[in-house]
């Protein structure tokens, strides 16, 4: 085959069609899915909080869109952590969860544990979506990021398996609906 400049430029158009076809609804690997479903999963923050406005995925996430972010969805607050599992499953967990009342302002670096709800019931309008129901270590407490690699066998992997007692986990709206905080930071 003679390669010309159009055909190169058709091939370029057929590759960037496809690519841009992932784009449009989330994918999972079903065995990351059910590795994680239904249980708490130590992660990382990979984006943080704000102190002065909320964060919202909502613009630029195909996650936030597919699973019906509305206007309401900026007022509580939202992290973006992720999880390199290595122990049970070699696989990387990204997943955007809500915050619960009681856990401390988190920034980039630090370890929660998240408890993932089954993806197909995610609504962030509705705050049913993975929530951040701990903080465990600050970024920069060392010896406590190291006493959890060691008690999990990793970094990040599964705390506990199974549905926590989530009946006292409450959400406050602590931004208004342009993303201005009500409530000040402690």
Not at 3 to 28: D, E, M, Y
Not at 41 to 51: D, I, S, T
């Amino acid at each position: 085959m003679h390669i010309t400049f159009k055909n190169l430029v058709l091939v370029s158009a057929t590759l960037s069609s496809i690519a841009l076809q992932g784009c449009t609804t989330p994918h999972r690997n079903e065995g990351v899915v059910n590795h994680i479903t239904n249980n708490v999963v130590r992660m990382e923050v990979n984006w943080g909080e704000y102190p002065d406005r909320a964060w919202s995925p909502a613009s630029y996430n195909v996650m936030a869109r597919y699973h019906h972010w509305d206007e309401n969805s900026i007022q509580y607050r939202w992290i973006w952590p992720q999880a390199t599992m290595r122990r049970d499953l070699y696989a990387q967990v990204n997943e955007i969860a809500v915050v619960a009342d009681g856990v401390p302002f988190l920034r980039h670096g630090d370890l929660v544990d998240v408890f993932v709800p089954p993806f197909e019931t995610y609504n962030y309008g509705q705050l049913k979506a993975p929530i951040v129901i701990r903080l465990v270590c600050k970024a920069d407490d060392s010896d406590c990021i190291e006493k959890s690699k060691k008690e999990l066998g990793g970094k990040n992997e599964i705390v506990s398996k199974g549905s926590p007692d989530l009946s006292r986990v409450a959400f406050t709206k602590t931004f208004d609906k342009t993303g201005k905080r009500l409530i000040p930071l402690q």
